[in-house]
């Protein structure tokens, strides 16, 4: 089937538009926060140890958030953690225009909410899409979805450097507030195509055995296991990249923070192009896709660590392009394990198993986030660049080898 279908779906077209406001508000928060912590930490790895806090909800209870997306309406998840993370930032935003500053145990608290937020949101948005579009058009989708990203990805994160400049990372934060709750009415506007799943009464007795089938589904699985063990340098990736450009442009290089917010707005545009690719992409083999996507991301990680090196306009033009290539080749990442993972699972079990994979994605990122903020913690982030490239370039390699299948019937 041909893009165009995707957009000929009016509930899909409804969730695209609330969640390309959300996205660019997450993006905003992606350069406003990391100020926000440094500026009340005055150090990186505190920094990280506090920006950690958001995955802490995502490691207690991810196995049993998808427990509950399984057994109700996973829209009504969707729109409870759009209005609560809304209402986490807000509370921020509020005592800033109030001129007190948040304590770092408030600004804990808040990522805590948001990590709860993001969990069951996570968990039940990617068992849900599919019901909304189908499974033949869900890889579309998904990769339509990963567009939104990369274009907020391009405008949020330069517009965040301008809001922090002018009125503060506290109230940039506003901006994402404001886009949660834009997500929960356009949710709102659109129908369940299909009912929950209609799974036994429940009993506490049985909480473990249902969490238990959302782990088999993944242990038993060849497929899953290798989706997992190769998405785990993505998932360190991308819980530490942010902070790890913000510590780079601020402390390393002394950029101001609208090229700091430009170099993480480089990003959109390598999204757009790997989004635009995804078609292509996912007509391979997920393996033999993910090989080249590995391999290109290892190089855009060694233009960073050549970046550190640098100074001056030298080294914002290389930073920029290197984030560039990174994101275009992560996104792509996120599209071909994402589809192929959702697709490998049955339905009943899908939130579930979503609830599995974001622990431990949130273990991943979270460790990352605080190995990454270590190795920062001297001002300069090129230990970290040279070891997350490294990894890259061994799931490039190990990708490459792979001889597990994902032909029919396990992916559809």
Same mark, same amino acid.
């Given at each position: 089937?041909?893009?165009?279908?995707?957009?000929?779906?009016?509930?899909?077209?409804?969730?695209?538009?609330?969640?390309?406001?959300?996205?660019?508000?997450?993006?905003?928060?992606?350069?406003?926060?990391?100020?926000?912590?440094?500026?009340?930490?005055?150090?990186?790895?505190?920094?990280?140890?506090?920006?950690?806090?958001?995955?802490?909800?995502?490691?207690?209870?991810?196995?049993?958030?998808?427990?509950?997306?399984?057994?109700?309406?996973?829209?009504?998840?969707?729109?409870?953690?759009?209005?609560?993370?809304?209402?986490?930032?807000?509370?921020?935003?509020?005592?800033?225009?109030?001129?007190?500053?948040?304590?770092?145990?408030?600004?804990?608290?808040?990522?805590?909410?948001?990590?709860?937020?993001?969990?069951?949101?996570?968990?039940?948005?990617?068992?849900?899409?599919?019901?909304?579009?189908?499974?033949?058009?869900?890889?579309?989708?998904? +990769?339509?979805?990963?567009?939104?990203?990369?274009?907020?990805?391009?405008?949020?994160?330069?517009?965040?450097?301008?809001?922090?400049?002018?009125?503060?990372?506290?109230?940039?934060?506003? +901006?994402?507030?404001?886009?949660?709750?834009?997500?929960?009415?356009?949710?709102? !506007?659109?129908?369940?195509?299909?009912?929950?799943?209609?799974?036994?009464?429940?009993?506490?007795? +049985?909480?473990?055995?249902?969490?238990?089938?959302?782990?088999?589904?993944?242990?038993?699985?060849?497929?899953?296991?290798?989706?997992?063990?190769?998405?785990? /340098?993505?998932?360190?990736? !991308?819980?530490?990249?942010?902070?790890?450009?913000?510590?780079?442009?601020?402390?390393?290089?002394?950029?101001?923070?609208?090229?700091?917010?430009?170099?993480?707005?480089?990003?959109?545009?390598?999204?757009?192009?790997?989004?635009?690719?995804?078609?292509? *992409?996912?007509?391979?083999?997920?393996?033999?896709?993910?090989?080249?996507?590995?391999?290109?991301?290892?190089?855009?990680?060694?233009?960073?660590?050549?970046?550190?090196?640098?100074?001056?306009?030298?080294?914002?033009?290389?930073?920029?392009?290197?984030?560039?290539?990174?994101?275009?080749?992560?996104?792509?990442?996120?599209?071909?394990?994402?589809?192929?993972?959702?697709? /490998? !699972?049955?339905? +009943?079990?899908?939130?579930?198993?979503?609830?599995?994979?974001?622990?431990?994605?949130?273990?991943?990122?979270?460790?990352?986030?605080?190995?990454?903020?270590?190795?920062?913690?001297?001002?300069?982030?090129?230990?970290? *660049?040279?070891?997350?490239?490294?990894?890259?370039?061994?799931?490039?390699?190990?990708?490459?080898?792979?001889?597990?299948? *994902?032909?029919?019937?396990?992916?559809?």
């Amino acid at each position: 089937m041909s893009a165009s279908s995707v957009w000929r779906n009016d509930g899909f077209r409804r969730v695209w538009a609330g969640q390309t406001a959300s996205i660019f508000g997450d993006r905003v928060t992606d350069v406003a926060l990391p100020f926000l912590i440094l500026a009340e930490t005055h150090a990186p790895f505190d920094a990280a140890l506090v920006a950690a806090a958001r995955y802490v909800p995502m490691v207690v209870l991810g196995l049993f958030a998808g427990v509950v997306v399984d057994r109700v309406s996973r829209r009504a998840v969707l729109i409870a953690c759009d209005l609560a993370r809304g209402l986490a930032l807000a509370v921020i935003v509020a005592l800033a225009a109030l001129h007190h500053a948040a304590s770092l145990w408030l600004l804990a608290g808040m990522l805590v909410v948001l990590g709860i937020g993001q969990l069951g949101f996570q968990a039940a948005y990617w068992a849900w899409l599919p019901d909304v579009l189908g499974e033949d058009l869900f890889g579309r989708g998904a +990769a339509a979805l990963e567009a939104a990203d990369a274009a907020s990805t391009l405008g949020g994160p330069a517009i965040g450097g301008v809001l922090v400049g002018a009125i503060g990372p506290a109230l940039a934060l506003g +901006a994402d507030a404001f886009s949660y709750f834009v997500s929960a009415g356009t949710l709102l !506007t659109v129908r369940d195509t299909l009912p929950p799943p209609t799974p036994p009464p429940f009993a506490w007795g +049985a909480l473990w055995r249902e969490v238990d089938e959302g782990l088999r589904a993944i242990t038993h699985s060849p497929q899953q296991r290798l989706l997992k063990g190769l998405g785990a /340098v993505v998932y360190i990736s !991308t819980g530490s990249i942010a902070v790890l450009l913000v510590v780079l442009g601020d402390v390393r290089l002394h950029l101001p923070a609208w090229q700091t917010g430009l170099i993480l707005a480089a990003a959109g545009i390598g999204g757009l192009v790997g989004s635009a690719s995804a078609a292509r *992409f996912l007509a391979l083999p997920p393996m033999r896709a993910l090989a080249g996507i590995f391999a290109v991301a290892a190089v855009g990680m060694g233009l960073l660590c050549i970046a550190t090196f640098l100074t001056g306009g030298a080294a914002f033009i290389l930073a920029f392009v290197a984030n560039l290539i990174l994101d275009g080749a992560v996104s792509l990442s996120f599209i071909i394990t994402g589809t192929t993972s959702v697709l /490998v !699972t049955p339905r +009943a079990v899908r939130g579930r198993v979503n609830g599995v994979s974001n622990l431990y994605a949130s273990v991943m990122r979270g460790g990352g986030l605080l190995v990454a903020g270590a190795l920062a913690a001297m001002g300069n982030p090129l230990p970290a *660049f040279a070891a997350i490239g490294l990894a890259f370039a061994v799931a490039a390699s190990t990708a490459g080898r792979t001889r597990v299948s *994902f032909t029919a019937p396990d992916v559809l």
